[in-house]
């Protein structure tokens, strides 16, 4: 950086500029100067005096006398205020202009651009004898990437098609791409023997040829696919819209890089040219790569999942079938045992009822009442709970059928009174029977007669 030097004073005003002919314009010179000098010296600028002498006398001679009468006027920090003011203003406008020549300046550059190459079929339909063959690597005119001036092609073609660019078989896949940008060696095919030359009166057409050495394994595929392939190249160059040939698009303006002139199938190609196509590479005889092996490592592991996959699913659903075949049997199980309880329930209640001394068809209505829900702890009868409801409904009943019929008790409660009832209560009673027969079990009036006649004897 250059030393900076000590600042100019008013008085050196009136040597670069006539206009700086008041103290103020003196003042302002000084002070422009001064300032410009620094961020110029600063910024390791060169002939940074001129530069900011310059400045300064555009500043003053900007300078009216109107203004120079008002600023006058002010204050001397007002005065210092305006004057930053003005110079930071005038430093943001340069450094404005200066944005937009730069922005300017980079629009009009051709921009860096990937190229790719259309279908350039074989100029030839078999391999020399010494193993190469001449290729048409480019034409001039509308392509992919744009139009390719021949003027472009004839500069840049011979330095950047140049002997040793390699030939792969096929394009690389965009994954192929990312993972090996300079190509894997198992679709290596071959590589430029001479660099690339413009012919413009070749018979083929004007355009870029050269010689293209065959690797031996792919030499028998390109005599028997020659009708149905060609080549295509993959590089980096600088194009920019304009108009060429009565179309408008991208002009190349150069071709920077190339990375491969590849061997590729003829647009639309049927699918047996292209099995062929791809046969010849996986006969090039080429171990696969590393990555190859870690690709075919992972079909491996995802086929074992796969199939792992469906074992579970196979187990979890084998699971759930005995997970459903222990329900049942467990239903069946608590089933069978509720129809153990209840049969228990039935003996029990008949036990107790056979001691008492009831009509039976009390009895059997009151054994089918008891044992449909019977007391249970532990899974087993409650027994002492079971007596308990036992003698409670025998005792209901026995009051039931003592209002119905005026008088009389079951017998084997332990009561004391009188077994028969007088003849209007038996009479009463028999009519209780005749009409329950009648109206819940549908007999007949003389079958619903014989029935209460042998509910009132108790038979």
Known sequence: MTELREPWAPSDATKHSKAADTPKKQQTWAKVANDALKRCQEKGGSDCEASAIKQ?????????????????????????????????????????????????????????????????????????GDGTIPVKIIAPGWGTSGYYPPDVLARDGPKVFEAGTKMFWDHPTEEEEAARPEGS?????????????????????????????????????????????????RGRGKAEDGEADG??????????????????????????????????????????NRRNKKMEELKKLEEANELLQD????????????????????????????????????????????????????????????????????????EAAYVKRVDETVQSESEYLAKVAGSGVIKGMGGTGDTRADEDGAAKLKDSFKYLFMQRDGKSA?????????????R
């Open 247 to 288: 179309r408008s698009g991208r002009i190349v303006k150069e071709i920077a890089t190339i990375q491969s002139v590849d061997f590729v199938t003829m647009p639309g190609a049927g699918g047996q040219v292209l099995q062929l196509f791809e046969s010849a590479r996986d006969a090039s005889g080429v171990k696969p």
């Open 446 to 458: 003389e079958e619903a007669e014989r029935m209460a006649d042998n509910a009132v004897l108790g």
């Open 311 to 382: 074992q579970i699913t196979k187990g979890e659903m084998a699971l759930d079938e005995a997970e459903k075949a222990k329900d049942d049997a467990l239903a069946a199980v608590a089933a069978l045992k509720e129809g153990v309880l209840l049969r228990s329930a039935k003996d029990f209640v008949s036990e107790k009822l056979a001691k008492l001394e009831l009509p039976d068809m009390t009895r059997e209505r009151l054994i089918e009442k008891l044992s449909k829900n019977p007391p249970v702890a532990d899974g087993a009868l409650d």
């Open 56 to 128: 300064a006398n555009s500043v003053v001679a900007k300078m009216g006398e109107a203004y120079d009468e008002w600023f006058d006027g002010q204050d001397e920090a007002t005065q210092n205020l305006i004057d930053g003011h003005i110079h930071g203003l005038k430093t943001a406008l340069e450094s404005e202009r200066k944005l937009r020549r730069e922005a300017e300046r980079k629009l009009r550059e051709p921009e860096e651009t990937m190229l790719e190459g259309d279908f350039v079929k074989l100029t030839e339909k078999s391999v020399r």
């Open 185 to 233: 060696l198992r679709n290596l095919a071959g590589e430029l023997a001479r660099d690339a030359y413009w012919d413009e009166s070749s018979v083929l057409g004007p355009g870029l040829y050269a010689d293209a050495h065959v690797f031996g394994a792919f030499q028998g595929a390109i005599d028997e696919l020659a009708p149905h392939i060609g080549v295509s190249i």
